[in-house]
């Protein structure tokens, strides 16, 4: 199985600052590389899909880039709705495999 | 628009079975994948199982292989989860959700999930 790695796994931030998540993968997956953002006692929802494309209605504050083994979510400005835990996701290998989350709380 | 509904949640004992339904509208059923994906209380999420668009492939994770069953009925709209063997390590919030595309792997909707608990 790909295993997934994120850091930070946790994150003290004020809105309007940038924060950046980062999500590494123990091979590489080109870009098979997905976000989802989950709030409390919801669903998650996808944020970018194949590493760089925003989700339908996503804001444009939401940045993903890299490729191979390494990826990196980037939130700018950061606004009080976006205090949330994040998770990336491989989509390369059909035993498809999650990061353990980033929780993103306000400092 | 999108809709994604489960039910059948429940506490069960360890050794028992359950089936999970999830009901969809607003999309063609058929042109899309479905996954189901767990989140343990207060743990991350992991996925569970796929099934292809027309139901002939299907995947599961390790850690349920052999004892759960996935399905689905174009005609209904409707994504089932039969549950058997369940352990205590089972016990989850257990979301369905659409694939982007035939079973790419990328969740674009979700379920608001199904709790399931094993307990004696």
């Known amino acids: 199985d790909i295993q997934m790695t994120q850091s930070p796994s946790s994150l003290s931030a004020s809105v309007g600052d940038r924060v950046t998540i980062t999500c590494r993968a123990n091979q590489t997956i080109s870009s098979f590389l997905n976000w989802y953002q989950q709030k409390p006692k919801k669903a998650p929802k996808l944020l970018i899909f194949s590493a760089t494309n925003l989700g339908s209605g996503v804001p444009s504050r939401f940045i993903g880039s890299g490729s191979g083994t390494d990826f990196s979510l980037t939130i700018s400005p950061l606004q009080p709705e976006d205090f949330a835990t994040y998770y990336c996701?491989?989509?390369?290998?059909?035993?498809?495999?999650f990061g353990p989350g980033t929780k993103v709380d306000v400092k | 628009q999108v809709q994604l509904v489960e039910s059948g949640g429940g506490v069960v004992q360890p050794g028992g079975s359950l089936r999970l339904s999830c009901a969809t509208s607003g999309f063609t059923f058929d042109d899309y994948g479905m996954h189901w994906v767990r989140q343990a209380p207060g743990k991350g999420l992991e996925w569970v199982a796929v099934?292809?668009?027309?139901?002939?492939?299907?995947h599961y994770s390790g850690s349920v292989k052999g004892r759960f069953t996935l399905s689905r009925d174009n005609s209904k709209n409707t994504l089932y989860l039969q549950m058997s063997s369940l352990r205590a390590e089972d016990t989850a919030v257990y979301y369905c959700?659409?694939?982007?595309?035939?079973?790419?792997?990328?969740?674009?909707?979700w379920g608001q999930g199904t709790l399931v608990t094993v307990s004696s």
């Open positions: 099934i292809s668009s027309d139901g002939d492939h299907k």
């Open positions: 996701q491989q989509s390369s290998s059909t035993l498809f495999t």
């Open positions: 959700a659409k694939d982007q595309r035939a079973a790419a792997g990328t969740f674009d909707h």
